[in-house]
């Protein structure tokens, strides 16, 4: 009798061995191939997102290479011609931006050299309070200020910025190639992967569930474009709605800034802080300590607010809302695996494992534990 409790301990052990090996194997397999994992999700992304316009093409009696091809050029083109805008504006504020960051450290050396100075005029008046009747006999200690110290925050962002322009020369030709393959990879998942799913399950799967599995894929596929494309509609008129606050106001490179307000939001919470610092310091840069930067400004938030608290809960179903901590704990574990990337897509990504989820019996308190 007293061998069934060890037994079940035995087993309780090697199952937790077994699932903590296979965690590290999937974060070590995440971290060391994740250029070619991050392009298969971006693929397959965009490719849930342009599947539901090729299916409708193809309803229409339009060949699928052919509706591919056209859905694809929809997004090539106007995504190139926004790229030849803002070349101008990029190229700007580059140069803008160093001089920007050196009046910065020189402010800085400013504030630190009077706290030197503050710091030395207290210890002279300590040191005269507490000489002594013989105290000319000591050596008094004198205090040394090197101009290595009041430098180092100017050069420490110089060299940052070296380093980024070195690192952008280097990884633009291999993103540029990357991109060319994620066209092409998007190209034949839209036109060959239904084909090949539908040979896979007439193959492999019995007759009796081949249209449960038809269902359950065409289920899939359906509210995973949805949840893609509906995000995209809402993130591209926050863009459009920021731009037109941003011209109003006789904000300068309002494409650019518009811009990076949409494209930061598939980025919940880090992305919005993110594109508010950036306004705040366009605009300031632009018209210094004016009430116009605070009108900007409180107008970048109230427009991330009203999309976060009331039109995204509104649009989206409750099958795709996820606590905001299990979230932010992704962002930080996708993050530090995929970088910057790995940041835009990691909110997609996770409601579309919980989608897959919801469609299981045996994984829904794993959908429960997701949206409490």
């Known amino acids: 009798m007293t061998s069934l409790p060890q037994e079940k301990k035995s087993i309780n052990k090697s199952l937790v061995c077994h699932i903590t090996l296979t965690t590290l194997a999937v ?64 190229t700007k504020w580059t140069k803008i931006l160093p001089q920007v960051s050196t009046h910065i450290s020189k402010e800085l050396d400013k504030y630190q050299s009077i706290i030197e100075t ?137 494409l650019l800034w518009g811009l990076i307000v949409g494209f930061v939001n598939f980025i919940p919470f880090i992305g919005p802080a993110f594109a508010l610092s950036a306004i705040a310091l366009a605009s300031a840069v632009q018209w210094g300590m004016d009430i116009k930067v605070l009108i900007v400004v409180s107008g970048v938030l109230s427009l991330n607010i009203l999309e976060s608290q009331l039109i995204t809960p509104l649009v989206l179903s409750k099958n795709m809302r996820i606590n905001p901590f299990i979230i932010i704990v992704w962002l930080f574990i996708i993050g530090w695996l995929w970088g910057l990337i790995g940041l835009l897509i990691a909110v997609p990504l996770l409601v579309c494992i919980k989608l897959i989820l919801t469609l299981f019996e045996q994984t829904q308190p794993w959908v429960k534990f997701l949206e409490t």
Not at 190 to 215: C, D, I, M, T, W
């Open 27 to 90: 974060i070590y397999t995440a971290y060391f191939a994740q250029e070619l994992i991050l392009l298969l999700v971006a693929t397959i992304l965009i490719s849930l997102l342009l599947s539901s316009g090729v299916n409708a093409l193809e309803r229409l009696y339009v060949p699928r290479v052919l509706g591919a091809l056209f859905l694809l050029s929809c997004l090539i083109v106007p995504t190139s011609i926004l790229v030849i805008q803002l070349e101008a504006p990029i």
């Open 118 to 254: 503050s710091d030395v005029e207290t210890e002279e008046n300590t040191q005269s309070d507490n000489d002594s009747w013989f105290s000319w006999f000591e050596e008094k200690p004198k205090m040394e200020t090197s101009s290595e110290n009041k430098s180092m925050i100017q050069t420490q962002i110089k060299e940052s910025l070296f380093s980024f322009a070195g690192e952008f020369m280097v990884l633009a030709p291999f993103a540029l190639i990357q991109l060319i393959t994620a066209i092409i990879l998007i190209l034949f998942t839209l036109v060959y992967s239904p084909k090949l799913f539908r040979h896979y399950v007439q193959l492999f799967v019995e007759k009796s569930k081949q249209g449960n599995a038809f269902k359950f894929v065409q289920n899939v596929q359906q509210q995973l474009s949805r949840y893609i494309l509906t995000v995209s509609l809402i993130n591209v008129v926050l863009s459009l709605l920021a731009m037109i606050l941003f011209t109003i106001m006789g904000l300068e490179d309002a």
